[in-house]
């Protein structure tokens, strides 16, 4: 069965610090991973994405994630935090050995950038 | 940029009563789906639809749901007879074929029974 886990929910991070929120998964055979953003009354937005190839990978808004296979995780990273990037970050993750095309969601971290 | 809209934003309806929500997906998507999140829990995948039929769907997608795509745009989510517990926000999303293509959400519905 597929998994995600976000161990923080909530995580506080001054404006222009770096900043990180943990992912990780579990799945029956090879991930597809997923980072959304969801800002108040909004839906989700896609960030970036793992697939294949470099285990670091770039998204929107200057975030990226580093995939690492060995502690199945995948925790989105960015050098210097904004005031703006305060929102609710989830990470997903698909099964490529079930050929489902659902996402599994985790519980979402809420991210606060204090000025 | 396409993008996946919902409507309404915001519907209250009475337990028992029938509802249903409508998106329309981005044009050139190949795979529709719900999800829902309930305040202050994860995103749920409820169903997934290709091909003008259903393709996956979880233990919450029971009898009391369906789905449809009546024309060449929209896809509706119907939940026969609401209970109190079906309050949340209904997002849907679509997606190419592809395994390794994202899903993009449109902004919810919050739907609330009283």
């Known amino acids: 069965a597929q998994s995600v886990a976000q161990p923080e929910d909530q995580v506080n991070v001054a404006e222009g610090n770096p900043l990180t929120v943990k992912c990780t998964y579990s799945v029956s055979g090879n991930p597809y991973l997923f980072w959304y953003v969801q800002y108040p009354n909004r839906g989700l937005q896609f960030l970036l994405k793992?697939?294949?190839?470099?285990?670091l990978v770039k998204g929107s808004y200057g975030f990226e994630a580093e995939f690492n296979k060995s502690q199945t995780s995948f925790h989105l990273k960015k050098p210097s935090a904004l005031v703006s990037d305060s929102a609710l970050y989830f990470c997903?993750?698909?099964?490529?050995?079930?050929?489902?095309?659902?996402?599994?969601f985790g519980t979402g971290t809420r991210l606060t950038v204090i000025p | 940029e396409p993008e996946v809209t919902q409507t309404p934003s915001h519907q209250v309806t009475q337990m028992g009563q029938e509802v249903i929500l409508r998106c329309v997906p981005i044009?050139?998507?190949?795979?529709f789906y719900w999800y829902r999140q309930i305040l202050g829990q994860k995103v749920e995948f409820l169903v997934s639809?290709?091909?003008?039929?259903?393709?996956?769907k979880s233990e919450i997608f029971d009898d009391q749901f369906s789905v449809e795509r009546p024309d060449g745009s929209n896809f509706t989510l119907k939940i026969r007879s609401t209970k109190l517990e079906d309050s949340a926000m209904y997002f849907c999303a679509s997606s190419q074929r592809q395994l390794n293509t994202e899903a993009f959400f449109g902004q919810g519905t919050r739907l609330t029974v009283v």
């Open positions: 639809f290709y091909n003008n039929e259903i393709s996956e």
């Open positions: 793992y697939i294949t190839g470099d285990n």
């Open positions: 997903a993750v698909r099964d490529i050995k079930t050929g489902a095309n659902n996402l599994f």
């Open positions: 044009s050139n998507h190949l795979y």
